[in-house]
């Protein structure tokens, strides 16, 4: 016999499901946003860690401050150099991870692209209460805390 989920489990998976699909259109429409910037969204998300931070960063900060694996960030980081939005410098905490740091061009485009984003985003909220959209906003902070607690290896029997 299976364990059916109580109530806010539930409601909990439909999340989980829209966020999946949120996500993807996410994805797909920030590659329309950015893409007169020369990006895509995998690449201003890794812009993103960077000028947020406001510090150089290693790939592996970068990938852990997106939620990214460090492959893929550095994947992303290699392009974006390439392109001239970002320079290597010496890590003096691990030669072998250097730290990048955005180029005049990296950050000049971050902030067009973020300019873009705030007319998107003004769009996408007008009938949306601020407090529904905190409410929404400190749901998902707590159950992206919760996600480090081990998931269950097997269904418990009723």
């Known amino acids: 016999m299976t364990t059916e989920p109580n109530p806010e489990a539930a409601i909990l998976t439909n999340i989980m499901l ?15 946003l950015v893409e007169p910037f020369n990006l895509t969204s995998a690449r201003w998300q890794v812009l993103g860690a960077a000028a947020l931070a406001g510090k150089p960063l290693s ?17 992303q980081l290699n392009k974006l150099e390439e392109d001239g939005f970002f ?5 003096p905490r691990h030669q072998r991870s250097p730290l990048y740091v955005l180029t005049e061009l990296g950050n000049q485009t971050f902030a067009k692209a973020m300019a873009l984003e705030a007319v998107w985003a003004n769009g996408l909220v007008i009938d949306l209460s601020l407090l529904d959209l905190k409410n929404t906003l400190q749901t998902l902070i707590t159950v992206y805390g919760r996600l480090d607690s081990p998931v269950p290896k097997k269904a418990t029997q009723a």
Request: proline fraction near 3%; hydrophobic fraction near 40%; glycine fraction near 10%.
């Open 18 to 32: 829209m966020v999946f699909r949120l996500n993807g259109r996410l994805l797909e429409k920030g590659d329309q």
């Open 59 to 75: 790939a592996p900060q970068i990938a852990e401050a997106m939620g990214i694996t460090r492959q893929g960030a550095q994947k």
């Open 87 to 91: 320079e290597q410098s010496i890590n």
